[in-house]
């Protein structure tokens, strides 16, 4: 409970703190009448009590009442016409789920969304906005932090704004006395200050300067928006430890123990972020994980302009090729020509922001940001006005405007071509920023690569890459090598020269890599290199094999690994059933390919094991797909398998998991 409240009157040690003393005549006084006498002291004692303690609630309702003018509108348009809209007239409610496993992902966006669009609705546990701290039935551990995640410009931002509408407007969450919203973009402002937690708070909220907030009388509720757009260095490994709201410590140290809950550990903590950069907050810092999804319509005219003319595009590159070419004549439609001098000039810039930006993993731009690429930012604001599906301004709730691609992709299509570009024209690689490079470029000198070797450099790049925040930039390049996509940009970018270019040496390349016993993950990028690349030879050798009579009793290479994996990933068929006994033979005993297809087998609904003669080190392998993705099996068989007690003890671990939502076992 909060300690006693500090009068606005004189010490009760000072006799002036007290009612005028009341004086007795001589002689006895009878109970009743000393009780009556009592009972007057302590009633002017409650009013001057009642009078103070009114502080707080009033403070309470100033700071509702400020939040729910601050979140009640939208506004959309450029800064020069931003149209107000109430929230509550146009807001829809997002599709949120509990994720499967409760574990964080780094797995890229793009290929989030393509695992997701083979799941079932019925594998989801659907949670109401308001609801994102309250138990399932089944959970007994109380919510303290939630982590959403969901890719760019799904609505995670205005959900935190609807949240604290709803909260501010006295419908939901009222047992939530304060809610702080604090977005990252705001606090990247303030990264190399050192100040405590109370005073950031007074900073951004003045009016809960008379609040008592570590008194535990209060429950509040921080929301950190946007941990992609984070510029701070979050140590989560630190030893540093942080509990007094008083203390003043750097912003990377205050927020790690408020996640970690050694700051305010009775507060509740909402972080939103895009999956990409979901992994910077370990798991036992979570106690939920929830997923963002809508219905995507953004390339609906896209494809339909390209069906209708015969020209589907078969790669990704083709496809945000076809998407940056359509925006850029949409915005001819806005006057833009008018308001942009050069087309041209502006998307290169925008690319070499993308690229610059992408390295070094930072997803939200400010004003120096763009200054450094040489972009205008008055123009800037018009081009993000007009194009504002490739690249969008926004204003932050409490401080100036940010910049950003709504979509991750984008900017990462963007970064490949000015990557492209830099080779074409001034043969640059972009990777090398060394200072001799710096020098050969101010005196125009032409620069010894090819571009096999900004490929090669890119392959390597990527592979290094912890997050795989390059896989997709590596996709978009290698596929802007090809003619065709070329051509595509000949008429929107006048001057990037053509370059004609032999492809098997990055195709050797690139399999050369497959067979060096990468992950799983990048192995199967490595393969849609190669379809950007329109090479599937490799492919078409395991397709053969899938169907020949003697699977199982081949010895397959690290490399003819990786493809089945990636064949039987993108076959809805294996996903549906996978029969491991096809795999199990002279060659590949079952332990060997529960190891090799783990990435296979968490994607499977029905998985078939009889007869397979399991070990337990095959018992390690299955368990162990089966943790990362526990909701997604129905059906197991391992029937006739002599599997040992310490086998049987780990597949009971995943039966006990509260998200297993198996069927049937055998």
Not at 174 to 198: A, C, G, W, Y
Not at 210 to 235: A, M, N, P, T, W
Not at 398 to 408: D, M, T
């Given at each position: 409970?909060r300690?006693d409240p500090?009068f606005s009157c004189v010490?009760m ?5 007290m009612?005028h003393p ?11 009448v ?5 009972f ?6 409650n009013v001057?009590?009642?009078f103070?303690?009114s502080?707080p609630?009033e403070?309470l309702r100033t700071f ?8 009640e509108?939208l506004?959309e348009?450029t800064?020069d016409e931003r149209n107000?809209?109430l929230l509550?007239e146009?807001y ?5 789920t509990?994720?499967?496993s409760?574990?964080?992902s780094?797995?890229?966006?793009v290929r ?7 799941r079932?609705?019925?594998?989801d546990?659907?949670i ?8 399932l039935?089944?959970?007994d ?7 959403t995640k969901g890719v ?5 931002t205005v959900s935190?704004?609807k949240?604290i ?11 939530v ?5 604090l977005?990252f973009r705001?606090?990247n402002?303030?990264?190399?200050q050192?100040?405590s937690?109370?005073?950031l708070l007074?900073l951004?909220f003045?009016?809960t ?7 535990g009388e209060?429950k ?7 941990l992609?757009?984070?510029?701070v260095?979050l140590?989560f490994?630190?030893s540093?430890?942080l ?5 003043s410590?750097?912003?990377d ?5 408020l ?5 305010l ?8 972020s895009?999956p990409?950069?979901a992994d910077l907050?370990?798991?036992?810092c ?21 069906e ?6 078969k790669?990704l590159?083709?496809?945000y090729?076809h998407f940056?070419?359509i ?6 439609q806005k ?5 942009v001098?050069?087309d ?10 993308s690229f ?11 004003d120096?940001d763009l200054r ?5 930012v ?6 993000s ?6 690249f969008?301004?926004?204003?932050g ?8 691609f ?5 900017q990462e299509?963007?970064a490949a071509?000015?990557?492209h ?20 470029q101010?005196?125009?000198?032409k620069?010894p690569?090819s ?9 390597d790049e990527a592979?290094q890459s912890?997050n ?11 596929g ?7 051509i ?5 970018l006048?001057?990037?020269?053509r ?9 050797k390349?690139?399999k050369q ?6 992950s ?6 490595l393969?849609?290199c190669?379809?950007?690349l329109?090479?599937d030879?490799?492919l ?9 009579e003697?699977?199982?009793?081949s010895k397959?290479s ?8 990636f ?7 294996y996903l549906?059933?996978?029969?491991l006994?096809?795999?199990?033979g002279d060659?590949?005993?079952a332990d060997?390919?529960l ?22 080190e ?5 368990t ?12 197991l068989?391992?029937?006739?398998n002599?599997?040992?007690d ?6 009971s ?5 509260p ?8």
């Amino acid at each position: 409970m909060r300690s006693d409240p500090e009068f606005s009157c004189v010490s009760m040690k000072s006799d002036a703190s007290m009612p005028h003393p009341l004086h007795f005549n001589s002689g006895y006084t009878r109970p009743d009448v000393r009780y009556k006498i009592y009972f007057k002291i302590i009633c002017q004692f409650n009013v001057r009590l009642f009078f103070n303690d009114s502080k707080p609630h009033e403070v309470l309702r100033t700071f509702k009442s400020n939040l729910r003018k601050k979140f009640e509108c939208l506004c959309e348009g450029t800064s020069d016409e931003r149209n107000p809209t109430l929230l509550n007239e146009i807001y829809t409610e997002l599709y949120i789920t509990e994720s499967e496993s409760g574990e964080i992902s780094n797995e890229h966006e793009v290929r989030q969304i393509e695992t997701q669009s083979r799941r079932t609705a019925t594998e989801d546990t659907p949670i109401k906005c308001n609801d994102i701290f309250k138990a399932l039935p089944a959970q007994d551990k109380p919510i303290r932090s939630v982590l959403t995640k969901g890719v760019a410009g799904i609505g995670k931002t205005v959900s935190v704004q609807k949240f604290i509408l709803d909260w501010a407007e006295g419908k939901e969450n009222q047992d939530v006395h304060l809610i702080f919203p604090l977005p990252f973009r705001e606090i990247n402002l303030m990264k190399n200050q050192t100040l405590s937690l109370l005073h950031l708070l007074h900073l951004f909220f003045p009016e809960t300067k008379e609040l008592e907030i570590s008194s535990g009388e209060y429950k509040v509720l921080f929301i950190f928006d946007g941990l992609d757009e984070c510029r701070v260095s979050l140590d989560f490994h630190s030893s540093v430890r942080l509990c007094d709201v008083s203390e003043s410590a750097s912003v990377d140290v205050m927020l790690t123990n408020l996640m970690k809950g050694n700051l305010l550990p009775s507060a509740l903590i909402w972080i939103t972020s895009r999956p990409a950069a979901a992994d910077l907050i370990p798991s036992e810092c979570v106690d939920r994980v929830t997923e963002c999804w809508i219905s995507a319509t953004v390339l609906e005219r896209m494809l339909s302009e390209a069906e209708s003319e015969g020209e589907i595009p078969k790669t990704l590159t083709q496809m945000y090729t076809h998407f940056l070419i359509i925006q850029t004549n949409i915005k001819h439609q806005k006057d833009y020509e008018k308001k942009v001098k050069n087309d041209e000039d502006m998307i290169f810039k925008l690319a070499k922001l993308s690229f610059e930006q992408l390295v070094k993993g930072n997803l939200i731009f400010y004003d120096e940001d763009l200054r450094e690429c040489g972009i205008d930012v008055a123009e800037a604001s018009v081009y993000s006005g007009l194009c504002t599906q490739i690249f969008r301004e926004e204003f932050g709730l409490y401080q100036g405007k940010v910049y950003c691609f709504v979509h991750l992709s984008i900017q990462e299509h963007l970064a490949a071509l000015y990557a492209h570009i830099s080779f074409t024209n001034n043969k640059r690689n972009v990777f090398d920023q060394s200072p001799e490079m710096a020098v050969k470029q101010t005196k125009n000198e032409k620069l010894p690569v090819s571009l096999s070797e900004l490929h090669q450099r890119a392959v390597d790049e990527a592979l290094q890459s912890k997050n795989g925040h390059l896989d997709l930039f590596l996709r978009f390049l290698l596929g802007l090598s090809l003619e065709s996509n070329q051509i595509l940009l000949q008429d929107l970018l006048t001057h990037m020269r053509r370059c004609s270019y032999k492809k098997e040496d990055i195709v050797k390349y690139i399999k050369q890599k497959i067979s060096e016993n990468l992950s799983p993950e990048k192995s199967i990028n490595l393969f849609h290199c190669l379809n950007e690349l329109d090479d599937d030879s490799l492919l078409q050798e395991i397709q053969h094999y899938v169907k020949s009579e003697s699977v199982g009793r081949s010895k397959l290479s690290s490399s003819q690994w990786s493809a089945l994996v990636f064949v039987l990933l993108m076959s809805d068929q294996y996903l549906d059933e996978l029969d491991l006994n096809k795999f199990i033979g002279d060659k590949n005993t079952a332990d060997e390919v529960l190891v090799k297809l783990k990435l296979v087998i968490k994607e499977s609904r029905k998985l078939k094991l009889s007869q397979c003669k399991i070990t337990d080190e095959g018992c390690v392998a299955l368990t162990s797909a089966l943790r990362s993705n526990p909701s997604h099996l129905r059906h197991l068989d391992l029937s006739d398998n002599n599997v040992g007690d310490s086998g049987v003890k780990l597949i009971s671990t995943v039966l006990e998991n509260p998200h297993c939502k198996l069927e049937t076992l055998k």
